[in-house]
Nanobody, 126 residues
Framework: EVQLQASGGGLVQAGGSLRLSCAAS????????IGWFRQAPGKKREEVSC??????????YYTDSVKGRFTISSDNANNTVYLQMNSLKPDDTGVYYC?????????????????WGKGTQVTVSS
């Protein structure tokens, strides 16, 4: 059974940093796409970042609003994907989810993901 566990959220002041972790289990952590998504109150869930690993090659994606501030990475030995978030802004506030796509091996928005973990709350105060 595929399971994803997101952690690392919290309350931080604007300009601060947080590191989110997504611990994965139930599949071989070799070929995969794992994305971070967030949902703010009253807004649709949006894709923030994605890392895909296929045939030993790794690709990453960031939505424009987080480029230069967020970094996604993976630790294949520990089946974990991280999202390092720096220079946080109040607009980054929301529930952050990690999700996996194990067939096409790329992230194609929330509807395209196969498995979801429970979210972790990130609150950035001004």
């Amino acid at each position: 059974e595929v399971q994803l566990q997101a952690s690392g959220g919290g309350l931080v002041q604007a300009g601060g940093s947080l590191r989110l972790s997504c611990a994965a289990s139930g599949f071989t952590f070799v070929d995969y796409a794992i994305g971070w998504f967030r949902q703010a109150p009253g807004k649709k869930r949006e894709e923030v970042s994605c890392i895909s690993n296929r045939d030993g090659s790794t690709d990453t994606y960031y939505t424009d609003s987080v480029k230069g501030r967020f970094t996604i990475s993976s630790d294949n030995a520990n089946n974990t994907v991280y999202l390092q978030m720096n220079s946080l802004k109040p607009d980054d506030t929301g529930v952050y989810y990690c999700a996996a796509e194990l067939g096409l091996l790329y992230c194609s928005g929330p509807a395209g993901m196969d498995y979801w973990g429970k979210g972790t709350q990130v609150t950035v105060s001004s």
